[in-house]
């Protein structure tokens, strides 16, 4: 049954957080994460010996870790060019330190500000409308919220691959009202005002933190 603001969403929330830290946290990935983020972060593929060299890793194991995570985009070159933060265009646009970067999910725009200790502008559309939803996301909260009313969608999933089993039905509404149909078609799925989704945010920030794979979508 789909589930609105308040309808059974706390319990749901923390299922959900439970879930993404079981799937993200994956043994022996301490830190990649977050080396993944700020790297990206400055707008250029990374290289894998780039990688290495931010944790003190090994190169050669440092690969084999990376093969390990479900859903990292490579270009051509072989350099990682999205792990939940990404160069390629998604729906999802993430501005900070003036470049355009995107992210995998609407979630994502809210744990990746805390993660990094910066503030981003995020621009993404309505899943129903198309309408632009528009904030500005820093660790400590949400300030700009364009329109007040907009929502976050969220569900639970299976498995550690997060970008497909999760990601691509975590966006953005204008508001109930405008989830309203998307609600009815997705079972076990509920929404958010993004205030509340901006805790939950911050929560699994400091799980992946502490150590993990990427995000979503």
């Known amino acids: ?124 559309p309505c899943a129903a409308t198309g309408a632009s939803v528009r904030l500005l996301v820093s660790a400590e909260g949400i300030d700009e919220l364009e329109p007040a009313s907009a929502i976050l969608s969220l569900h639970l999933f299976e498995g550690r691959d997060v970008r497909n089993a999760f990601c691509r039905d975590v966006n953005f509404f204008l508001s109930q009202n405008s989830a309203a149909g998307w609600l009815h078609t997705h079972p076990g799925a509920w929404v958010l005002p993004v205030a509340q989704a901006h805790s939950l945010a911050r929560d699994l920030a400091r799980q992946l933190a502490d150590g993990g794979g990427p995000t979503c979508c």
Request: aromatic share 4%.
């Open 1 to 124: 049954m789909a589930r609105g603001v308040g309808d059974g969403s706390k319990s749901a929330a923390n299922d959900l957080r439970q879930q993404l830290g079981t799937s993200l946290n994956a043994p022996g990935t301490s830190g990649v994460f977050r080396t993944l983020l700020t790297l990206l972060a400055e707008g250029m593929p990374v290289p894998k010996g780039a990688v290495a060299r931010a944790l003190g890793r090994p190169e050669r194991d440092v690969v084999d870790l990376l093969a390990q995570i479900p859903s990292l985009e490579f270009d051509d070159a072989g350099d990682i060019v999205g792990a939940g933060l990404s160069l390629r265009p998604t729906m999802h646009l993430f501005e900070i330190g003036g470049r355009r970067l995107y992210t995998w999910c609407a979630l994502d725009t809210l744990i990746f500000p805390a993660m990094l200790g910066r503030t981003a502008r995020v621009t993404s």
